[in-house]
Structures are given as C-alpha cells and as structure tokens.
C-alpha cells in the first residue's frame, strides 16, 4: 500500500469519546488526505494537507480535527465521537496534487 | 462545482467477454481523470490516469480508459474480463478547490461482478 500504514485498523467506541486515527507514510510526499467510505456515498474528503501544519476543510469536515507536526504523519481526530461517525476511514498521499496512493484504512465503529 | 457520476451501482459480465464500466464528469477547466479498483477490505488501487495526450489510457491489469470530451466520458474497459477484476471500481476528477489546492471528487463505485 504505497508506504503508508493507519492505525489502529479497528477500533469500537462509544459515543462522546474522543478518537484519534494515526496515518503514517514513508514517501516523504507532500499531500495527505483523509477520507470517509460509506454505501452509497464513495469517498467523502474530510480534511487535506499541503505541508506540515498546512491543513483545510474537505467536503465532511464537520465533527473532525486534523493535525500534521510532522511531514509523515497526518492526525485525524475526532472531538466528540457519535454514531453517524461509524465508517472505514482511509488516508490518501500524494507527491503532486495528480494521482493519490491509498492506506488500508481504519474500520472505526461508533456505539 | 465539480461532480462524477457512475451510472450503474453494480455491472454483470462472464467471464472472456469485454467490460465496460461507465463514468461521466462535470469540471471547470481540463479535466484530470482516474479510476481506482478497491478489493475487499483494502484500499484504493490506482489503475490509470488521464491528464492529457492520447484520449485512449493504458493501465494496470489490462484495463483502459477512453476520454470523450464531447460526451464528458472517461469509460473504463478491459477486452477479456477475469473473475479476479471482480472488485468495486471508482472514477474521480480532479479539480481546484482554491488557495492553490487541488482535490479529488469520487463517483460512488460501481460493483463489478465476473462470472465464471
């Protein structure tokens, strides 16, 4: 998978929890990504990064936080977890703005 | 805004027989197109790119694309499908989302199905 790992790949928890999802790449490539897969709505942009401590808003933003300290990590974290937040998260990296190369993604499941 | 429709939620094909699955696009601008394949509890693969050139793309695995401009289609083919391309497969463009940033804009998937 392109030298990038997340973790955990699986995670259940509760409700109003706070939840941190790690990506973590080996490419040394500028651009991260995270994503959300549902049916029935593909994948779903929820923050990206142009460099380390550039971030901004993708399309599903809302209820998420991100952070990047370092060019290899991107942090996905979300406050204040609720159901509607249960979904397989992927993280994307790309060298140049043109083709991203995909995790295995993170099952996270919102009781 | 820019936007990507798979018009078939799933596609049936035997196997040994040509497969097509469809993708059209909206976008301001030159189109950056690409299809990824994504098997079962994996990540996205990509499989091909259009940026610009020759309007037929070779890929990964056999497969290729055509890019129509008139028609805003970036099709997705292979000649002979195998059971092993059955996997859910996703067309995206590219497009800028401002503050010198670009960003991928998905279709929803399209299941396809070999049968043996």
């Known amino acids: 998978d392109a030298g990038i790992t997340q973790s955990p790949r699986h995670k259940v928890t509760e409700t109003g929890t706070p939840v941190t999802l790690r990506c973590h790449q080996t490419e040394n490539h500028r651009y991260m990504y995270w994503y959300r897969q549902d049916p029935g709505h593909g994948l779903r942009l929820i923050h990206y990064s142009y460099g380390v401590k550039d971030t901004d808003k993708g399309e599903v933003s809302d209820g998420y936080s991100v952070s990047r300290s370092k060019t290899e990590d991107f942090l996905l974290t979300l406050e204040s977890a609720t159901s509607s937040q249960t979904s397989v998260y992927f993280c994307a990296i790309s060298p140049t703005e043109t083709e991203q190369f995909f995790g295995p993604g993170t099952r996270l499941t919102v009781l | 805004a820019q936007s990507v429709a798979q018009p078939e939620d799933q596609v049936n094909v035997a196997e040994g027989n040509p497969l097509t699955v469809k993708c059209t696009y909206s976008?301001?601008?030159?189109?950056?197109l690409f299809w990824y394949v994504q098997y079962p509890n994996r990540g996205l693969q990509f499989l091909l790119k259009?940026?610009?050139?020759?309007?037929l793309v070779k890929g990964s695995y056999g497969f290729e694309a055509e890019f129509n401009k008139s028609q805003t289609s970036f099709h997705l083919k292979k000649p002979s499908a195998l059971v092993s391309d059955s996997a859910l497969y996703f067309c995206a463009v590219r497009a800028y989302s401002g503050a010198g940033s670009y960003q991928l804009t998905f279709g929803k998937g399209t299941k396809l199905s070999v049968i043996p």
């Open positions: 976008v301001s601008g030159n189109p950056y």
């Open positions: 259009y940026i610009t050139g020759d309007n």
